[in-house]
């Protein structure tokens, strides 16, 4: 499929505006795309901050860290599309195309910041060298994730002090970088433009609103191969070592085609003729658009009590097989007016 695709409008300048709302569409329909804009994050309902990061309301910005040996990040809550892939298990894949731009300002001596994407929405990677992606605390090579890292100081597996490089499978070794000569950590806004093709991912850098002409590195490479499942978190971490550096993103936004074939159409139980289109990681649920967090352990549809199952435990549950015990507490029981389980 092409991987072109109409993507997300900058922020038209560095200036934090803060007149304007975040923005979040996740796709349901097959002509939709996913789209997330944060002007500024004077509202944060849509991310959650991991580790050391904090919301500066005022300022509309979110400083994620600012003490020695700490590690802070900025995660979407919701889930996005990445790759074409219908079923989770599918050996067809096809990696969509994305852009994420953010405006970062960075001081002090240590350590960098990364633009991540996860698989899960799990706790931080480790402080200092890190970046909050990699470490101790992530296992690599099982770890389904990317990162684009802009590097501030020097450690024994960096080419430099000052570098920007694209990490993959937890790992903060890069498979490709460019060494910078000027600092990053020197409290001057930059913009930042990561995009992929569907081929290659391509890192730019500048002072203003303007994408330089010509990117600072360009990687080959299948997102397919290191991503697997469709659906993912993406983000933005960064950490300290010993210095008191602080890491501040002003503004981000991200976008991504999206396929029609990650859209099958299904109906309800009571009203099996009105379709709806759900894309993935969405899963229809009694004709509902429902994301992995609202399914029964993540997976499963249980539908609602009007469908007659609910969600219980692990498993769903009929509504008439639900008991009151004489503790007063509820149960599942496997058979309408089992008498046993309701005891």
Not at 65 to 81: D, E, F, K, N, Y
Not at 152 to 166: E, F, L, R
Not at 189 to 218: C, F, H, N, T
Request: glycine content about 8%; aromatic content about 6%.
């Amino acid at each position: 499929m092409a991987a072109a695709c109409v993507l997300l409008a900058l922020v038209a300048s560095l200036t934090v505006v803060s007149a304007q709302a975040p923005t979040v569409v996740v796709p349901q329909t097959a002509d939709q795309m996913s789209k997330v804009l944060f002007p500024n994050f004077e509202d944060i309902t849509m991310v959650t901050l991991f580790g050391s990061a904090q919301q500066n309301k005022a300022a509309g910005t979110i400083r994620l860290t600012s003490q020695p040996h700490s590690a802070g990040g900025v995660i979407l809550r919701t889930p996005l599309l990445l790759l074409d892939k219908k079923y989770a298990n599918s050996t067809s894949c096809t990696p969509l195309s994305w852009r994420s731009v953010f405006v970062f300002k960075s001081s002090g001596s240590a350590d960098g910041l990364a633009f991540v994407i996860w698989s899960k929405l799990r706790n931080l990677g480790s402080p200092d060298g890190y970046l909050g992606y990699g470490g101790p605390a992530v296992r690599y090579k099982k770890s389904r994730s990317m990162a684009v890292e802009l590097d501030m100081a020097k450690n024994t597996w960096d080419p430099s002090a000052t570098h920007v490089g694209i990490n993959s499978r937890g790992s903060v070794k890069s498979l490709a970088w460019k060494v910078l000569r000027a600092p990053l950590n020197d409290s001057v806004p930059r913009r930042v433009w990561i995009e992929y093709d569907g081929q290659s991912l391509s890192v730019s850098m500048g002072k203003g609103a303007k994408k330089p002409a010509a990117p600072l590195l360009r990687y080959a490479m299948n997102t397919c191969n290191v991503l697997k499942q469709p659906g993912y978190y993406v983000g933005i971490t960064a950490s300290n070592a010993g210095g008191q550096s602080t890491h501040d993103i002003l503004s981000w936004s991200f976008s991504a085609s999206s396929s029609a074939s990650l859209c099958p159409k299904c109906g309800s139980i009571l009203n099996p003729a009105k379709k709806v289109s759900c894309c993935m990681p969405f899963q229809c649920c009694n004709g509902v658009c429902l994301a992995p967090t609202e399914l029964c352990a993540g997976t499963t549809c249980c539908g609602s009590p009007d469908s007659g199952r609910v969600c219980w435990g692990v498993k769903c549950c009929s509504v008439t097989s639900l008991c009151m015990t004489k503790q007063k507490k509820p149960v599942c029981c496997p058979q309408v007016g089992n008498s046993t389980c309701c005891m």
